[in-house]
């Protein structure tokens, strides 16, 4: 998808979550908040080197897979807070929702579900006893 766009002439960010990356925090798993300050504060630092350099933008496009796709519907609910828009925005198997995405799999195992999908549980129970102070969570 890059090297489609970037052929193009579109220029594309992305941000790291925190806890990824060179990141020292904890890893930040379907945190909302966390989610939404990576990804603004990185459109922001995006538009300061695009206004630098005499670029113009053609406009704001989002989108995200998986967890990316949370976070793409995350980043797009702080932007229309803040009165900036986007084009346009899209998502593929988006888990909007922990407790429903959770849920499905205790609730209704499939077979053909995904080998690593124990990985969610351990990963969100963690990061959402960091970040919204719930000790004793993971355990």
Request: aromatic share 12%.
């Amino acid at each position: 998808m890059i090297a489609a766009f970037a052929g193009r002439g579109d220029i594309l960010i992305g941000a790291d979550y925190f806890g990824m990356g060179l990141s020292d925090e904890p890893e930040s798993y379907l945190v909302l908040g966390s989610q939404q300050q990576a990804t603004a504060d990185m459109i922001r630092g995006a538009h300061a080197v695009l206004a630098d350099r005499g670029i113009q933008s053609k406009g704001l496009y989002l989108t995200g897979w998986l967890e990316g796709g949370f976070v793409t519907m995350g980043l797009l609910e702080r932007l229309e807070g803040e009165d900036i828009a986007a084009k346009a925005a899209a998502t593929a198997s988006a888990p909007l929702d922990l407790f429903a995405n959770l849920s499905g799999f205790l609730d209704f195992p499939r077979p053909n579900d995904a080998s690593w999908i124990n990985s969610i549980f351990v990963l969100s129970a963690f990061a959402y006893e960091h970040y919204y102070h719930a000790p004793g969570l993971a355990a």
